[in-house]
C-alpha cells in the first residue's frame, strides 16, 4: 500500500496561489465574502500563507502554500468523539461529512490550522452544484457536489482523483496528482509514494534538504518543504 | 537558506523560528483584515431583471473540453474549458502553448467567475437621465440591439455626414486582439485619427527607453529561462510583468530544473512577492533607478568587465557613455542618491557581469516616472555593455504571428480629411515626441476642447476614471461628453457615464485570434471560440463592429465587405493562412518556428544600424519636432532628479501603487476568488491597504490596522493602514483593483483606488502617466 505525501519547493514556489484557486474550483470549495473574511468563517482547503522576519531592510516574508499536512499521528484523529476523521491505509486524512456531529474538536487538536467549519447554508444556491461535477471520465464521481451545513471540512489530498487513477491503472504522482500540483505555473508541487524510494518525492527528499512545519509537535506530517 | 529536517523542525513554543507560526494563528494575526470599507457610495444598480440569471441544470449528461484563450490579462494564455450540460466548470492551461509551456496563472482559472458573473449585463441599456456624474444615476431602460445599433449608427452616420469624422473618439481597454485590429480598422474607414490605447497608460516608458537604444518600439523580451542572473528594477515579474504566466512558468525551471540555479536581485522600493521569492532585496530611493545603473556601469567598465566583442562589433557612442559614467557615477555618489551602498553596488555590478547571460529587466516600477524614459534607456544599456542583446538569456526580439494581410479599408474624402486632423492626445507632438498614444492627456483635450471638441466617444472594454491617475479629470471629460457609447460585459464606473451601454460577450463566449506580449522570442497564436454560447442578449465586440459598419454603408461598410462577414470569419479568413480552419479549432493553438538568436545585421533599428549608446533615433526626432538642443547628455542615458507633485515638508512621503497578481485587468474585480486571495503579502483579501514601514508609522503614532487618511495636493483617502517592514520608510504604497463604487455585489465600497489621489504627469517623450512621482501625507482618521 502507497503512503501519499507531497512535497513543496519553496524555491521555485512564486506564491501565485494558482494552487489555491484551483483548489476551490475542484472541491466546490464555497467562496467567502468581506462578512466571512471579517469573521474568519470563509472556508480555505489550500492557503498561501505569509511569515515575516526581521526588520527592514533586511526583512523578509515567507510565502508558504499550505494544504492539509495528512499527519501521519495526526491528533485531528485521535480527538474525533465519532470516528468521522479517520486515516485511510494510504495514509490520507479523511473527514466522513456524515459521521460528522460538528464539535470543533478537531479544528482546536490541529496545530496547523487548516481545517474549517462550514457555516453555510446548503440553501445558497451558489454552492449547491450538482452540475458541476469535475472531470468525471477520469477523475469519477465527484465527492462534494453538495456542502454539507454545520460539519468540518478540509483538503482530501483530491483522493477522488487517486482513487480513480488507481482503477484505471494510472501513475499517481506523473499522471495523476492533487488539483493544485495540477494548477501550479511552476511546477513546485509533487505528489507520490513516500514509501516507494523510486517516487520523485522520494528521489527529491533524498537529495536535497528539506523541513516540515512544527516538527516539535510529534505529528509526522505527509508534506515536505524544500527550502531556498 | 541552509537547513536540515532537525535544525527546520520546530516547536510550538520556538520563539524566531521562521516556522513557529501557523495558518491559524497567522490568520487570527491578520483578523482586521477584511473590514477596511471606505466611505461609499450607493449608487443604484440596474434592475435585477436586467442581470442576467444562470442557468440551471441537473446531472451529467454531455461534457466537452473546448479550447480557447484566457483574457483576464495581456498575456492571453492558451487554455482548455471543461463545459458540462453546457455550463463551463473549470479552466486548464493548454498543453501545446509554448509560450507558458501549458501553465496559466490564477486568474485563468476566474474566467469562470467572470463568464458567469452575478452583474452581468443581460440587453443593451438607454439612459434616461440626461444629467451625469457619480452618484447619479442613470435611469436605464432596456431597449433592444436593433434599435441600439439604429441609434448608435445614426450619430456616427449624422457625424460623417457633416464631415466631422475626427470627432468621433475611440476608447479600448483590454480586447481580444482580432477586436483591437476591428476597433483600429473602423477607426480608419470612419476617419479619426483617435484611438487611444488604455494600455499606453502602463508600458509607454520602457518602450521609448529601449527605442532609444536599439530603434525598436515595443515592450522588451527576456530570454528568461536561460539566463543565469537577473536584475530586476522596479518589475514585478511574479506579479504583473508580462507574459505573466511564462513569468511564473520560468521561476521555476530557473529556479531548480536546471543544474545551474539563476540568481535574482530586486532592487525596489517595496518589498514585492518578486522581491520576496529573490535571492536579495535592495531597497531604493524612489526614482533613482537611472542612477544605479550608471554606476553598475561604472564598475563594469572601470573593471574590464564588458563584452568588448559586442561593444566594439555592434554599438556606438560607447565612448561618450564610458566618460559620463567614469566621470559622473562613481559608486560613492550614487550610494548617496540611491541609498544603496557601495560596497554593494560594486558587489552586484561583478555578479551581473561575471555570471552570463544576465539580464537587467526594467519594469513598470522605472518606467511610470518623468524620467521613464530615461530610467528604462540607462537600465536596457547594461545589457548591451555585457553582450545580453539577442543572445540565449538575454534581450530578445519577439516576433509575431503572420495573420493574412488585410485588404486596404476603402477610404473617401470625409475619412482622409479627419485622419489628417491633429490627435486628440498630442502624440508624436512636441507635447510627447515618442508617443505611441497617450491615454491619460485625452481628458484633458476633451476638458478644454483642445485641439477641437468631440462629439462622440465609444469605449470598448475601457474604464479609465478608474485606472488613470488624475481619475477625477475622468469624471469630468466623460460628463461633458455629448454622446458616450460603452461596451462591456458590465456595469463600471465608466458606463455610468453612457448614453447607451452594449453589453458585449465576455472572452469565453467569443470569436477571435491572440498572442501574447513580448517574451517568448517565437511566434505563437492562439484562437478564441465561445466555449458557451453568448449569454442572454451579449454580442462579441468584433460582431457589434461589422454591424455597425454595415448600417453606416459606403466606404465604412465596403472596408469590412470582403474579410469574413462576422466575428468567426474574421477569425477565420485571417488565420487560415497559419494552419487549417478545423485544425486550429482543436489544437487552440500555432507554433511560429523556433527562435533564431544573434540576428544584429536585422534588429537595430537606428541611424547606425548598431546599438546605440548615444541615441541618434532621440537627436533626429527631437530636431524634427524643433526641440534639438547642443547638449550631448540629452541624448545619453542618465540620471535626472524627479520632480515630486507635492513639496516635501507638507508631503513627506511618495505615493507607490502596484498591482497584485489577483488584480484582473478587464476593469473589474467582482469575481469572489480574486477578491479573497487578493493580497498574499499580507494574508488577506476584499480589501487594500496603505502599506508603511514600520518607522514611519511610530513617528506618526499610526498603529496597524488603523483607519488614515493619505492626502496628496489633489485629493485625500480614508484606507486601513498596514505596517511593515517591507517597504522603504520614505514610501507609502497602495494596491490598485480596489476602489469601484459604481456596481458590483463582489467589489463595491471595498478598499479604496490610489489614482483618485494621484496627481497628473507624464514623461516627457513617450506621454507615459508618472504614476509614482506623488507625495502624500499620512494621519489618523
Ligand atoms: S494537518 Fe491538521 S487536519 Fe491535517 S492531518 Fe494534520 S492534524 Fe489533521
Ligand atoms: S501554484 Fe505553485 S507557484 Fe503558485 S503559490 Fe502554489 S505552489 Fe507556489
Ligand atoms: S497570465 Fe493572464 S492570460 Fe494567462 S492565465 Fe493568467 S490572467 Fe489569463
Not at chain 2, 511574479?238 to 521561476?251: D, F, H, Q, T, V
Amino acid at each position: 500500500m502507497a503512503r501519499w505525501g507531497m512535497v513543496i519547493d519553496l524555491d521555485k514556489c512564486t506564491a501565485c496561489q494558482a494552487c489555491s484557486v484551483a483548489c476551490k474550483a475542484e472541491n466546490n470549495v464555497p467562496h467567502g465574502s468581506p462578512q466571512e473574511h471579517t469573521r474568519r468563517t470563509a472556508l480555505f482547503w489550500h492557503k498561501v500563507i505569509a511569515v515575516s522576519r526581521g526588520e527592514y531592510p533586511s526583512a523578509s516574508i515567507d510565502l508558504i502554500p499550505m494544504p492539509c499536512m495528512h499527519c501521519d499521528k495526526a491528533p485531528c484523529v485521535t480527538v474525533c468523539p465519532v470516528k468521522a476523521t479517520y486515516r485511510r491505509d494510504d495514509g490520507i486524512i479523511i473527514q466522513d461529512f456524515r459521521r460528522c456531529i460538528g464539535c470543533k474538536y478537531c479544528m482546536i487538536a490541529c496545530p496547523y490550522g487548516v481545517r474549517n467549519f462550514n457555516y453555510k447554508e446548503q440553501e445558497e444556491q451558489e454552492y449547491h452544484r450538482p452540475d458541476l461535477p469535475p472531470d468525471r471520465a477520469s477523475r469519477g464521481p465527484w465527492p462534494f457536489p453538495q456542502r454539507v451545513h454545520g460539519v468540518v471540512e478540509k483538503c482530501t489530498f483530491c483522493f477522488h482523483r487517486i482513487d480513480q487513477g488507481i482503477r484505471e491503472g494510472k501513475k499517481i504522482g506523473v499522471e495523476v496528482v492533487p488539483a493544485c500540483a495540477e494548477a501550479c505555473p511552476a511546477r513546485a508541487i509533487y505528489f507520490g509514494d513516500l514509501d516507494d524510494p523510486d517516487s520523485q518525492v522520494s528521489q527529491l527528499l533524498a537529495s536535497r534538504e528539506w523541513l516540515r512545519l512544527r516538527e516539535g509537535m510529534g505529528t509526522s506530517p505527509k508534506v515536505f518543504y524544500l527550502p531556498r | 537558506m541552509p537547513a536540515h529536517k532537525s535544525d527546520m523542525s520546530s516547536s510550538k513554543k520556538g520563539k524566531g523560528d521562521r516556522f513557529s507560526i501557523n495558518r491559524r494563528t497567522f490568520l487570527k494575526a491578520s483578523a482586521f483584515t477584511g473590514a477596511a470599507v471606505a466611505a461609499s457610495r450607493i449608487i443604484k444598480y440596474p434592475e435585477a431583471s436586467l442581470v442576467s440569471s444562470q442557468p440551471s441544470t441537473e446531472g451529467v449528461i454531455t461534457e466537452r473540453w473546448i479550447t480557447t484563450s484566457c483574457l483576464n490579462c495581456s498575456t492571453r494564455c492558451a487554455t482548455q474549458v471543461r463545459v458540462v450540460n453546457g455550463k463551463a466548470v473549470k479552466i486548464v492551461g493548454n498543453p501545446l502553448s509554448q509560450v507558458s509551456e501549458g501553465e496559466i496563472c490564477p486568474r485563468g482559472h476566474i474566467g469562470l467567475q467572470v463568464l458567469y458573473d452575478p452583474n452581468r449585463l443581460s440587453v443593451p441599456l438607454k439612459r434616461t437621465n440626461p444629467a451625469k456624474g457619480r452618484g447619479v444615476a442613470p435611469d436605464w431602460v432596456p431597449i433592444s440591439w436593433s434599435q441600439a445599433l439604429g441609434e448608435v449608427s445614426a450619430r456616427l452616420k449624422a457625424l460623417r455626414d457633416e464631415a466631422q469624422p475626427h470627432q468621433l473618439l475611440l476608447l479600448h481597454g483590454l480586447n481580444t486582439s482580432s477586436d483591437e485590429d476591428m476597433i483600429y480598422r473602423f477607426a480608419a474607414a470612419y476617419g479619426t485619427p483617435n484611438v487611444v490605447s488604455g494600455d499606453t497608460l502602463e508600458n509607454e516608458a520602457a518602450k521609448s527607453g529601449r527605442w532609444l537604444a536599439d530603434g525598436n518600439s515595443s515592450h522588451i523580451a527576456y530570454d528568461f529561462g536561460q539566463t543565469n542572473y537577473i536584475l530586476v528594477f522596479g518589475a514585478d515579474i511574479l506579479e504583473y510583468e508580462k507574459p505573466l504566466a511564462r513569468n511564473l512558468r520560468m521561476w521555476g525551471k530557473i529556479r531548480r530544473e536546471r543544474p545551474n540555479r539563476a540568481k535574482v536581485v530586486v532592487i525596489d522600493r517595496r518589498y514585492s512577492v518578486t522581491a520576496a521569492k529573490s535571492d536579495r532585496w535592495l531597497p531604493v530611493n524612489p526614482g533613482s533607478d537611472a542612477a544605479l545603473a550608471m554606476a553598475l556601469a561604472n564598475v563594469i567598465i572601470s573593471e574590464g568587465l564588458y563584452d568588448t566583442d559586442f561593444i566594439s562589433g555592434w554599438t556606438t557612442g560607447f565612448d561618450e557613455y564610458k566618460e559620463l559614467a567614469l566621470s559622473y557615477y562613481s559608486p560613492q555618489r550614487v550610494a548617496a542618491i540611491t541609498g544603496i551602498e557601495t560596497d554593494t553596488i560594486r558587489q552586484i555590478a561583478r555578479e551581473f557581469a561575471r555570471s552570463r547571460p544576465a539580464i537587467a529587466w526594467a519594469g513598470r516600477g522605472v518606467a511610470a516616472w518623468p524620467n521613464g524614459t530615461y530610467n528604462s534607456y540607462a537600465i536596457f544599456c547594461l545589457n548591451a555593455l555585457v553582450g545580453s542583446i539577442d543572445t540565449p538569456g538575454g534581450v530578445i526580439y519577439q516576433e509575431n504571428p503572420g495573420y493574412r494581410d488585410l485588404p486596404e479599408p476603402a477610404e473617401d474624402d470625409i475619412a482622409r480629411a479627419g485622419k489628417d486632423k491633429p490627435r486628440l492626445d498630442f502624440g508624436k507632438t512636441s507635447l510627447f515626441p515618442a508617443a505611441a498614444a497617450v491615454a491619460n492627456q485625452v481628458a484633458d483635450s476633451i476638458l478644454n476642447d483642445d485641439p477641437y471638441p468631440l462629439a462622440v466617444a465609444i469605449g470598448f472594454n475601457s474604464n479609465f476614471n478608474m485606472s488613470a491617475p488624475g481619475a477625477w479629470r475622468w469624471d469630468a471629460a466623460l460628463k461633458k461628453l455629448p454622446y458616450y457609447v460603452h461596451l462591456a460585459p458590465f456595469i463600471s464606473e465608466m458606463a455610468e457615464y453612457a448614453d447607451i451601454i452594449l453589453p458585449s460577450s465576455t472572452f469565453l463566449e467569443e470569436w477571435g485570434y491572440d498572442h501574447s506580449p513580448p517574451g517568448s522570442g517565437f511566434a505563437e497564436a492562439k484562437i478564441k471560440q465561445p466555449v458557451v454560447a453568448p449569454l442572454d442578449d451579449s454580442k462579441g465586440v468584433a460582431d457589434t463592429i461589422f454591424e455597425i459598419a454595415s448600417r453606416l454603408g459606403g466606404t465604412v461598410a465596403s472596408s469590412f465587405a470582403a474579410i469574413g462577414g462576422d466575428a468567426q470569419g474574421f477569425v477565420r479568413y485571417r488565420t487560415e493562412t497559419l494552419m487549417p480552419w478545423s485544425d486550429f479549432r482543436e489544437k487552440g493553438v500555432w507554433l511560429g518556428p523556433a527562435y533564431q538568436y544573434h540576428k544584429y545585421d536585422r534588429i537595430f533599428k537606428t541611424p547606425s544600424r548598431k546599438f546605440e549608446f548615444y541615441s541618434g533615433n532621440l537627436e533626429n526626432l527631437l530636431k524634427r519636432t524643433g526641440q534639438g538642443v547642443a547638449s550631448r547628455l540629452v541624448y545619453l542615458p542618465h540620471y535626472e532628479e524627479v520632480k515630486f507633485l507635492g513639496d516635501e515638508l507638507s508631503y513627506p512621503l511618495v505615493l507607490s501603487t502596484y498591482q497584485p497578481l489577483l488584480n484582473i485587468e478587464n476593469g473589474n474585480q467582482n469575481y469572489p476568488w480574486a477578491q479573497e486571495f487578493f493580497l498574499v503579502m499580507h494574508g488577506s483579501g476584499w480589501t487594500n491597504f496603505v502599506e508603511m514601514n514600520s518607522q514611519t508609522a511610530r513617528s506618526l503614532g499610526i498603529r496597524d490596522g488603523e483607519m488614515v487618511w493619505v492626502e496628496s495636493l489633489f485629493n485625500r483617502i480614508k484606507v486601513r493602514a498596514r505596517v511593515t517592514e517591507g517597504i522603504h520608510p520614505q514610501v507609502v504604497a497602495i494596491a490598485v483593483g480596489q476602489g469601484h463604487y459604481a456596481a458590483g455585489r463582489w467589489q463595491q465600497a471595498i478598499g479604496v483606488n490610489p489614482n483618485e489621489i494621484i496627481g497628473v504627469d507624464y514623461d516627457r517623450f513617450s506621454g507615459q502617466s508618472s504614476f509614482f512621482n506623488t507625495r502624500v501625507k499620512v494621519y489618523r482618521a
